[in-house]
């Protein structure tokens, strides 16, 4: 039988805060790279991107601690709940390709999405949840980022905890944020668990245009 543990943390109104700000400058930085600088090759020189105020980046570069050659593991994370594995997998690689998956879109369940349909263009691939306060923070963000740079060939993916989470609660949660980038579902936990390592969220997958895995943002 397999066991699955949910985690409550407190948020009081000064992390969210923190948590918010610390979204707005991550994704601002990090996309801002894939463009301006090499996908993440010195990545934190840039400060800014078109259409985004750059008081908001600046406050939240304040807040974060920096390093493009390691996973960033800020405060402000939701661990998901744990599933048990026979085998203890490695670390995501940062530098290895990105495992390759195919999970159906969270609106339309007979349309498959396929990751590595999207070689030839940068890709963020996030994992979230509908009751992960700080993904909800985090996700205007991502969605403005995504409309800043979707002309540019940028992909972003979104990954539903599914397994953990409520279908339609969801959906709704994707509805009332006005998400327009593609979401897909992970029913069983295989994808984010065995193949990502997802231990907290939300947790961003920063892929270059060749397929690997260039950054890892928890939280």
Known sequence: MTEKIM??????????????WRGI????????????AGELNGWWQIFDIRGVEASEASAAVSEVTFNSNSVIRPVATTPVPIRPTLTPMPPLTIGAMAPDFTLPDLGDST??????????????????ASWCAPCREEMPALQRVYELHKS??????????TFADNLDTARAFAKEL?????NVRDDDGDVSSS?????????????????????????
């Open 111 to 128: 349309n498959l999405i396929t990751l590595t349909g999207y070689i030839g263009t940068p890709v963020i691939l996030n994992f979230w």
């Open 7 to 20: 985690y409550w943390p407190d948020y009081s109104p000064r992390k969210k805060k923190t948590s918010a």
């Open 195 to 219: 193949l990502y390592r997802v231990i907290g969220l939300p947790t961003s997958i920063f892929i270059s245009r060749n397929g690997e895995v260039v950054h890892v943002q928890i939280g």
């Open 25 to 36: 400058g991550v994704f601002i930085i990090l996309v801002a790279s894939f463009f301006f």
């Open 178 to 182: 006005a998400l327009t980038f593609p």
């Open 152 to 161: 540019d060939g940028l992909v972003v993916l979104g990954v539903n905890q």
